[in-house]
């Protein structure tokens, strides 16, 4: 069963005092590489002890990449989920280190049953190592890889069907995908297995000679607002959460996108 | 058990990093378009990432920042373990070693001794 979770938001260091303070704020995301877990911030501790939900999403185990997980990486997550008293932790489907190099941003893996053979494998590494649900994210691409033998939707439910995670689903990061490579988000909403939906995110972004880049520093567009309807149509999700990384708007512009999310559920 | 598949990712994967990071050869059956679009963003990514880090000396850089920013990226792909407060320290080193910044007067504090006394 997952966590009933509410309408959330991303908490940053720069606005923490906007996330303790800001009305419907029923739980909040840290990014898990941000913090350590004998080191919590004050703010975070402050949350915890009122009882609103902290939960760690990781950006960096790289589940998508050729290696196996760090061990190091994944005892950060577990640590951190434990001391946060989390009720489940997350990552994205991506890889972000290859041939030496570090890609700083999350990638995408080519949809072939080989590479989810991979994913598989290291995603059981991963649960095998934290204390709580793992669920995975799809992320927003910008290229695509040749000879794909799966869609996304095949993907991510074989992936969940193989190792029993859930799933995260980031409508800003269907959209995104929708804009920039063709896909059909309406589509995959109709093909995954929603009852292992965790949660959903939400975020803005802006488009920028043809393409459209999920900034996470913007306004939510309209149409991923839509897609969230579209999601809420088909099921209730446990938790939606509104990602802000950058350009903070005033506290009631984001009480407002926080509103307008609360509305579609 | 998922070892050949892990070197064919690996293969793979590699290559189209060292395209988009490091001025490497366009893997087979990309989009080269969508190559170009995807080598921008990492590197604008970073680049934000270096202003935000070392926002005095990227300040000081003016209209030199993003230019210069771009021709080191690509020469010096970031690599695995190097911490983003490391990345950013050292394109400022490269811009003090190539000349394009000054190196920064070390400030004398006139201070006092914590422990003498006032007269």
């Known amino acids: 069963m997952v966590a009933e979770l509410g309408v959330g938001i991303g908490w940053r260091a720069e606005i923490d005092l906007t996330v303790e303070r800001l009305p419907g704020v029923d739980w909040v995301e840290v990014v898990a590489e941000n913090l350590r877990a004998e080191h919590l911030p004050e703010s975070i501790v402050v949350l915890r002890d009122r009882g609103t939900p902290v939960l760690p999403h990781a950006v960096s185990l790289s589940v998508g990449g050729a290696e196996p997980v760090d061990p190091q990486r994944i005892e950060h997550l577990a640590k951190l989920a434990d001391a946060l008293d989390a009720p489940m932790a997350s990552d994205h489907v991506c890889f972000v280190r290859a041939g030496g190099l570090d890609s700083g941003h999350l990638m995408p893996v080519p949809r072939t049953r080989e590479a989810l053979d991979v994913v598989v494998d290291n995603v059981k590494t991963v649960q095998a190592g934290l204390g709580v649900p793992f669920a995975l994210e799809n992320i927003a691409a910008l290229l695509e890889w040749p000879d794909a033998e799966l869609t996304e939707a095949q993907f991510l439910t074989e992936l969940t069907d193989r190792t029993g995670c859930l799933l995260l689903v980031d409508v800003a990061n269907l959209y995104a995908n929708a804009r920039n490579l063709g896909q059909d988000p309406v589509r995959l909403l109709d093909e995954i297995p929603l009852e292992r939906l965790a949660y959903v995110h939400v975020a803005g972004g802006i488009e920028r000679d043809g393409v459209y880049h999920d900034t996470h520093a913007h306004p939510i567009v309209p149409e991923v607002l839509d897609l969230l309807g579209e999601l809420t149509a088909r099921t209730s999700p446990p938790g939606v959460l509104l990602e802000r990384d950058d350009d903070y708007p005033s506290d009631d512009e984001l009480a407002a996108e926080l509103a307008a999310i609360r509305a579609k559920l | ?119």
């Open chain 2, 1 to 119: 058990m998922t070892e050949p598949q892990r070197e064919r990712l690996a293969e793979s994967q590699s290559r189209l990093l060292h395209a988009l990071l490091a001025d490497g050869p366009a893997p087979a059956g990309f989009d080269r378009d969508r190559l170009q679009v995807e080598a921008i963003a990492l590197l604008s990514k970073r680049r934000r990432v270096v202003a935000m880090l070392q926002s005095e000396a990227c300040g000081d850089l003016g209209d030199r920042f993003v230019p210069l920013f771009d021709a080191y990226g690509r020469a010096h792909p970031r690599r695995i373990g190097t911490r983003a407060r490391d990345d950013a320290r050292e394109f400022v080193e490269w811009c003090l070693a190539q000349g394009h910044l000054d190196r920064p007067r070390r400030r004398r504090w006139p201070f006092r001794r914590a422990t003498e006394k006032r007269r």
